[in-house]
């Protein structure tokens, strides 16, 4: 009878551990994840203000890997926009600005803004 409580409470031992280093591998996972996430969006912010301090002209191109991993991809084209009047208001550019990565799951990430450059 002891024999049999025994391999009961091991049995249910190993099904609790077992459950426990599931929980933790899938945790490590969405950890490994989400800081892939902040790490592109990060790169997005910087590559922002790299744009933002530079004179706006049309292009599409890649931009070069900063060593994480990621790869960004910058397209900046004029904005076609009429002021009150039916005029072509000059100056105004759409900056889009893509990573993407494919370690761990993968993923993309973007970031557009409405520029006006005297």
Do not use: C
Not at 40 to 59: D, K, M
Not at 78 to 104: C, S, Y
Request: glycine residues 6%; aromatic residues 6%.
């Amino acid at each position: 009878m002891v024999l049999i409580e025994v391999v009961t409470a091991l049995f249910i031992f190993t099904l609790v551990a077992f459950s426990l280093v599931m929980a933790l591998n899938a945790a490590m996972d969405a950890a490994s994840r989400r800081n892939e996430i902040d790490t592109a969006i990060r790169g997005l912010e910087s590559q922002l203000a790299l744009v933002h301090a530079s004179p706006l002209t049309p292009v599409d191109k890649t931009l070069p890997d900063d060593g994480s991993g990621i790869t960004y991809h910058l397209t900046v084209a004029p904005e076609l926009m009429k002021d009150q009047h039916g005029q072509n208001v000059p100056g105004l550019f759409r900056v889009t600005i893509e990573a993407q990565w494919q370690t761990g799951q993968g993923g993309t990430r973007s970031v557009s803004e409405l520029m006006y450059q005297l």
